[in-house]
């Protein structure tokens, strides 16, 4: 067999691989949006013989025999072409995937689907020792998965490095350290502010189908193709990519809360432009997909944030939104609704919380995420230190524990190791937002015009098209001609909240 | 290996199956409710590589050594025994299954996948040349996949048998021209009755969120079951099982029809009744299966006509329709209602065509469908014999061929022998109607009163339960104390008639 010959047959292999991922989205994306609650336990069989497939396909002896024959592939020897990235990647896989028993495969596809059922009825009874029983078992089994993976290094970070390769806490935790002591600063000194914000027009009844028609109105013009994709209400939002033509987005309205669907919507519309972006050539291959899920959050922390509480941003969209809810902002002009969508103010909840408390929320759930799985913390402990954590760094008492450690879903999904990837998102996201304009100098005036075109143009070409080329700290330092650092997020940070609350970070 | 061990080895292996089914049923079910029109490429890899999975596990090569040492299990010596139902289930599946290539077999599932979005548009377009290509080749492979089936027998017959195991169509033939002669017969007598019934109420304006509530509270009322399963909206109207507690009801509403909507949905409720009495403790064995699709619509056909349009319903659940609708009906009594909704109407339109006339739409397609796959019948020439037997048995010309030979979905999905399935279960529907009320001589008062657990645990006891214990026709038998046969129907659709045109069968 030639490297040629061996090189395609694992394209082939890693698309159909591709295939029966994209069944198992599928199945996650019904179990979220549209399953009868009776369906769960089928949901559980399905996504079991599902995971136990995609095992199967990763644990064949062939493939290594595959993967050493290729290696001699002429393209293997520009590091950053196709060929590499594909072989370099797939290697890491097959490793990672035999070292992990079918057993544990299917016990925790099973479990986190059931388990997601489990948390959701729990949060709704505001009731975690009805959760507790599968918090333990998912915690142990995520332990268990973590020796398996582990070489040397550090347990957490085994699963870590399923959302963002080559990650170790090590390295994140000065990083981390740093921005919370900045972020907690910050938050003081809004506090201690004279300047209030007006936000109660946010909270006065917007009919939610008009909402729904805004959102899908904002999307399209950023970008979002409605033909290869859709937008769906669910309970909590999440960005589901079933194919390069299928990228689908479930969100979540508020009849009293406009800040709640529409920020929610566009951060999902950031992953979205992300998936849409990513070349169909290369489907179903690493060099199709995104680098990391630091990158992905990136991108919807970027629509979210640096794009979507902009005065430029608003600057365009007010005028529709004042004509879809013409009684509702009769009286609102679109400075103070600028300044409204930008107030800072600690709450319990992660998903709406502002852009300068969001990352305080993150690091309590990356110090909690790293005790349960270095066996540090006791499931059954979590309620009495997440409350503990949001009373020191917010300032804020949930009143029950569905407004605290059951708040998120990622847990009873088995995703540990995700939390802090929204944290590297902002950090990257405030980092490209710099280039960005740097690159584009129309680009606040474009936006100010509706014109969305170049700025998404220049994300495809400096990250989109770029799959899994480098990993997310190359991709960022090629882009932005910096490693990733805390600075180009505080500088946005504090900027912003000068402008709105005549605060100023004080000389370091 | 005991007999014992093997049958347990096959039980087990037949739940594998049914969950990859189900897995495929999903993707069936969110590919016509949900999916973008830019996922039907992948959608076409899903479902191949599903419908290969599912093939691979049909051949392999140890199913026969399992079902011949399982053979001397002591269970099966009793021929309605769960044991013996599925060694004599899996043996001819294992039989059929064995006698198609893969490659046949993934072509079918691309084709028929991509094929129906092309028949979406097609009919959106109204254009059949738009669709020709595609059912060109689907009735080429269909054509193949009956030669491979078939032993002996009539080709048709061999797809036909998927659909209704043990039919063939020498045995239909006679019972279906009966049937059509005296059909014809009645249309005429009610063409040439003086007695007009008053329809337009009908098609006043009916708001499409009262018509979901009345149709999902008549649903709950009839016995489905929302904790395991949904109803939601689409084009074209269908019944789906993901699993034993996940059965899903698509529908349609039309804001100036009541009845598309309302007996839309009723039909597949009937369906779901069905699938939801089935015994949850065979699920994913032949045991816990329905016995053939005609036995599926008798059920659908069942509570959409035989008690969808009698009397009591009407007395029941009227008043219900008037209070969500009371701008309406402010001036129709329930005498009135009733009667329109069983006037008899021949139009181009299968799913909204009344008791008497549907059967003539099926004959015709069964007709066509049994032309095409003998290869009497050139897909290039189908409009034209469309249209031709539309005019001689119903004296009604399509005004395109979408609403013509392009309404229905089945050949598009390849489901060549479905059609049949359709008058068969009006057969049984009215058989079982019949034996019904000799078997609960208080159905009707019940009924009127709302109280359907009476017809449904008969329904449950004699059918449900029963699952592939018998071929339909003995199921039929054995339940109404008949064979199969036009007779019941004939009455039923006299009598009705009678009542309303008042109009009298000739002495035959």
Redesign the interface.
């Known amino acids: 067999m030639t490297p040629y010959d061996a090189y395609n047959e694992l394209l082939r292999l890693s698309r ?1 691989r591709a ?2 991922a ?2 198992l989205e ?2 996650g994306w ?1 179990e979220l949006t ?10 559980g ?2 996504t079991t ?2 995971a136990g ?1 995609l095992h199967r396909a990763l644990v064949d002896s062939r493939l290594n025999d595959l993967l050493s024959i290729a290696g001699e592939h002429p393209g293997a020897v520009d590091p950053r072409s196709p060929v590499s990235v594909n072989l370099r990647v797939w290697k890491r896989t097959v490793e990672r995937e035999s070292r992990l028993p079918l057993s544990l495969v299917e016990e925790l596809a099973a479990i986190t689907t059931e388990g997601q059922q489990a948390w959701a009825d729990a949060r709704q009874n505001d009731d975690f020792l009805q959760f507790l029983p599968w918090l333990e078992r998912i915690v142990e089994l995520k332990r268990q998965e973590a020796e398996c993976l582990r070489a040397e290094g550090n347990a957490y970070d085994a699963l870590l490095d399923d959302y963002e390769p080559g990650a170790k806490s090590a390295d994140l935790l000065p990083m981390f350290d740093e921005l919370r002591t900045h972020l907690v600063r910050l938050v003081d000194a809004v506090r201690g502010s004279r300047k209030k914000i007006r936000t109660a027009m946010l909270r006065r009844a917007w009919p939610l189908y008009r909402q729904r028609l805004l959102v899908e109105s904002v999307a399209a013009d950023l970008g979002f ?6 937008i ?1 209400t669910t309970t909590h939002p999440f960005f589901s990519s ?5 990228c689908r987005i479930a969100t979540r309205f508020h009849h009293t809360d406009f800040g709640e669907g529409f920020f929610a919507t566009l951060h999902e519309v950031g992953h979205a432009l992300y998936e849409q972006g990513l070349d169909p050539v290369h489907y179903g291959t690493p060099y199709g997909e995104a680098a990391s899920m630091g990158l992905h959050e990136s991108q919807s922390r970027f629509w979210e944030n640096c794009i979507g509480r902009s005065r430029p941003f608003w600057d365009h969209f007010f005028p529709r939104v004042k004509e879809l809810f013409h009684d509702v902002l009769h009286d609102v002009r679109v400075t103070e609704f600028h300044k409204a969508v930008n107030q800072v103010q600690p709450g319990w909840c992660r998903v709406r919380a502002d852009a300068a408390t969001y990352d305080l929320h993150i690091l309590i759930r990356f110090d909690l995420e790293r005790a349960l799985i270095q066996g540090d913390l006791a499931p059954r402990d979590l309620p009495a230190a997440w409350n503990d954590a949001y009373r020191t760094l917010l300032g804020v008492t949930p009143s029950g524990d569905a407004e605290g450690c059951l708040q998120d879903g990622h847990w009873s999904a088995g995703q540990f190791g995700y939390f802090p990837t929204y944290t590297l998102g902002n950090l990257y996201a405030a980092q490209f937002h710099q280039s960005a304009r740097a690159a584009l100098p129309e680009m606040e005036r474009q936006i100010a015009r509706g014109e969305f075109e170049p700025l998404r143009e220049w994300l495809t070409r400096t990250l989109f098209l770029a799959g899994r080329r480098n990993s997310a700290n190359e991709l960022v330092a090629e882009t932005t001609g910096h490693a990733p650092s805390v600075k180009p997020l505080l500088d946005e940070l504090w900027s912003r909240c000068g402008e709105l609350y005549g605060v100023r970070a004080a000389a370091t």
């Open positions: 159909e295939v029966l994209s069944c599928l199945l019904d549209h399953m009868p609650h009776g369906g769960v336990e089928q949901r069989r399905q013989a599902m497939l193709d409605f033909s290869r994709g859709r769906d079933i194919g390069p033509g299928d």
